[in-house]
């Protein structure tokens, strides 16, 4: 059993950045991968980026280059360094895990393990 505790949303101005973190409890976390989803109102979760557990990573096209996710291993960590925001970057972020996700596709379901989500706004 893997918990995921999102943080690091806020409101931000267009051009901005921010940092999101996502703390993960439980064993062998090392071997998951990790991807960072997006969500607005009546609209489906969406991939953001992915990074397996080799460090193999992966962007949806609308942030390459503005977003970098990252892991740290020792400490059970997950980053996504979102940079250039844009309005449109503005969504709950969901960070998720799963020890065979990769390649499967970008659809959530094929992650197990959920954070609560945290909200990011992009506005002047």
């Known amino acids: 059993q893997v918990q995921l505790v999102e943080s690091g949303g806020g409101l931000v101005q267009p051009g901005g950045s921010l940092r999101l973190s996502c703390a993960a409890s439980?064993?062998?976390?090392?071997?998951?991968?990790m991807g960072w989803y997006r969500q607005t109102p009546g609209k489906q979760r969406e991939l953001v980026a992915v990074?397996?557990?080799?460090?193999?990573?992966n962007y949806a096209d609308s942030v390459k280059g503005r977003f970098t996710i990252s892991r740290d291993n020792a400490k059970n960590m997950v980053y996504l360094q979102m940079n250039s925001l844009k309005p449109e970057d503005t969504a709950v972020y969901y960070c998720?895990?799963?020890?065979?996700?990769w390649g499967r596709g970008s659809s959530p379901k094929w992650f197990v393990y959920w954070g609560q989500g945290t909200q990011v706004t992009i506005s002047s």
């Open positions: 439980g064993s062998y976390f090392s071997i998951y991968d």
């Open positions: 998720a895990g799963d020890s065979t996700a």
């Open positions: 990074i397996s557990a080799g460090y193999i990573t």
